[in-house]
């Protein structure tokens, strides 16, 4: 992506007028308009109520301004709550993550520690239309544009070292690396226990081992978060934790922040004193209680393949 800071400047100032551009009441997610599905690859997307053109952009830099002005031009109508106040971010995070868009906002800290919410939003077509919703076929220098009713999207919670911002506006973070999660302890018959450092290579890290811990600090069980098969709710992103939520509203998932983010960071920062206790639910009640509320039917897609329908009860 190459965006000019007055091509940013002009994006968030739309971004920020959302909620004076739309009624209050539009800007909530609404399940009787909207369904949200995750895919046979374990990807969120959300369903909506009508098509929008996923624009063209370049396949080797992505989206452009213009690309984006198009896209914000029929999405922000349709989905108003998933881009509430949020800010585009200068560059991909990561950077080779060139298909996608990335939008974030400073949320409430726990203490001293600051966070951030990212939202990504696929713009590379990944499925899901008929052939004749195929406006313009891929060439090498171009992706496709489609007519699509899916947003493919992901939005994490991330603890931050620093925010950068440029003219009020953030241009960039630096992550808190989460090195107790980042180098473990593996046994082995050969010898003594030894220590792994995971380093940053050209392919994806398996945080596996890591995600473990994370499920066990914050009593994350098949009995209160019924869709572990189907998606990771407690990951790692950028080298550090992520809470990762599949209700595609900005102002909700703030509010959520409010009421568990506290005791899950407390979690996370005492892998020792939780990681082998039997602790009661009674400390993550909140939490907890929010995660029973998911629910997934398996259905087909529109393309023939395997999907999950997400529901949250009220």
């Known amino acids: 992506m190459a965006f000019s800071i007055h091509e940013i400047g002009q994006i968030n100032d739309r971004l920020a007028n959302i909620s004076s551009t739309y009624k209050t009441r539009d800007i909530h997610f609404n399940k009787e308009k909207h369904s949200i599905y995750v895919d046979n690859l374990h990807c969120a997307y959300l369903e909506l109520g009508e098509t929008y053109v996923l624009p063209s952009c370049s396949s080797m830099n992505g989206p452009n301004y213009i690309s984006v002005q ?7 109508p349709l989905a108003p709550m998933l881009f509430d106040s949020m800010q585009l ?3 991909p995070r990561p950077k080779k993550e060139i298909g996608k868009i990335f939008l974030t906002k400073e949320i409430p800290s726990v203490g001293s520690q600051k966070f951030i919410l990212v939202l990504s939003i696929d713009f590379f077509y990944l499925g899901g239309a008929k052939p004749s919703e195929i406006l313009q076929k891929s060439t090498q220098e171009l992706t496709s544009s489609v007519k699509s009713s899916r947003i493919y999207f992901k939005i994490s919670i991330v ?5 950068f911002y440029k003219r009020g506006r953030i241009v960039g973070f630096d992550t808190l690396e989460m090195k107790e999660l ?3 302890k593996q046994s082995n018959e050969a010898g003594p226990s030894r220590i792994l450092p995971i380093t940053v290579m050209f392919d994806d890290i398996d945080f596996q081992a890591q995600e473990s811990l994370l499920q066990k600090a914050l009593n994350i069980q098949d009995s209160n978060w019924k869709l572990g098969k189907i998606y990771t709710l407690a990951g790692m992103d950028f080298l ?3 809470l990762r939520f599949l209700i595609p509203d900005i102002s909700f998932i703030e509010k959520k922040w409010s009421e568990i983010g506290p005791e899950i960071w407390n979690r996370i920062t005492s892998l020792e004193r939780y990681i082998d206790t039997n602790s009661s639910d009674q400390d ?4 907890h209680s929010f995660l029973r509320q998911h629910r997934a039917e398996s259905e087909m897609s529109a393309s023939g393949n395997l999907c999950w329908k997400i529901d949250l009860d009220s």
């Open 70 to 76: 198009e896209y914000l031009d029929q999405i922000l």
């Open 89 to 91: 971010l200068p560059e």
């Open 159 to 163: 603890p931050v070292q620093e925010i």
């Open 182 to 184: 980042l180098e473990f």
């Open 240 to 242: 550090s934790f992520s």
């Open 284 to 287: 993550l009640k909140k939490f």
